[in-house]
């Protein structure tokens, strides 16, 4: 324990050390200028302390942002407009049913692209190539677009989470349903075994670790998606609205904070996961 522990207490000390340093870095010429204008000589120590409390600052220390996000957590009841745990369940929302879509959008077209030789032609080319149009510029279209058809709300934001989150779904599942190797395919043959049966007793279950590891990137491009999503709707509630809130009026501690909220649940959300793996694979016998 103390072997696995100690290398990542070691990093986690060098990122607060290195955070610590940039906030003094990217913060000591305001403290400087604000001597300056009152004439006061401003010594290291005095700078390292202003750098680490200014209000509206480049860089927010860390022990800056554990305040903003107690404050907006525990301080704040959970209905409050306030509460990054309301604004969290927000971005959750729309997370999580973007991820079901493009978690079942992912397995159907896997199954395709597989079975079927003009799929494998003609889809896959264009799933990789969907990939490479930017999210930022895609976002609005799929607002716009959807809000002329009268459809608002949680389900645009769903559509550009299904978007991001389909694609490690259409790859892991592809090379899982093609990872059972020729001979294990003529044994079922062998038994006359139809194609509906090799889908169901040998193809799927040999895919599960591929699923499985696409669904923890599926969730967290989800989760951007999500917070995208929420940016040119110009919405109120959502961890995508207190990033465009504190961009708006320069407060880049509530920024930070709601990065940090992000990061939490996207960590959660793939933990989940790996727990519903580690019990599926158990119950399997294939862990």
């Known amino acids: 324990m103390r072997q696995a522990t100690l290398p990542i ?13 940039g906030a003094v870095w990217l913060n000591s010429d305001w403290a400087y200028d604000k001597a300056v204008r009152l004439d006061k000589d401003l010594t290291f120590s005095e700078m390292v302390i202003d750098t680490w409390s200014q ?49 079942g959008l992912g397995i159907a077209l896997a199954i395709g692209i597989v079975y079927n030789r003009t799929m494998d032609m003609s889809v896959m080319p264009w799933v990789i190539a969907s990939q490479t149009i930017p999210i930022l510029a895609l976002a609005p279209m799929i607002i716009v677009v959807l809000n002329a ?40 043959r062998t038994w006359n075994a139809s194609p509906t049966q090799t889908f169901w007793r040998l193809r799927l279950p040999s895919s599960m ?25 110009g919405a109120v509630a959502g961890l995508g609205a207190r990033l465009l809130a504190g961009s708006y009026y320069g407060q880049t501690i509530q920024i930070w904070s709601a990065l940090i909220m992000a990061a939490v649940l996207a960590a959660l959300l793939v933990a989940t996961i790996g727990m519903v793996q580690r019990a599926t694979l158990k119950r399997m016998g294939l862990s």
């Open 55 to 103: 209000d509206k600052p480049k860089l927010p220390a860390p022990h800056q942002v554990a305040a903003e996000l107690w404050d907006t957590t525990i301080d704040k009841r959970i209905t409050s407009k306030r509460s990054l745990v309301y604004h969290s369940w927000i971005t959750l929302s729309s997370t999580l049913l973007g991820f079901v879509l493009g978690t």
């Open 149 to 188: 058809i009268g459809i608002s709300g949680l389900l645009p934001k769903a559509i550009i989470s299904m978007y991001l989150s389909f694609f490690p779904v259409v790859v892991g599942m592809v090379k899982g349903l093609r990872s059972p190797d020729n001979m294990q395919l003529d044994q079922m």
């Open 9 to 21: 207490l070691t990093v986690v000390a060098a990122i607060f050390a290195l955070w610590y340093l």
């Open 209 to 233: 670790p591929y699923l499985f590891t696409s669904l923890k990137v599926g969730m967290a491009a989800s989760l951007v998606g999500a917070i995208v999503g929420e940016l040119p709707t």
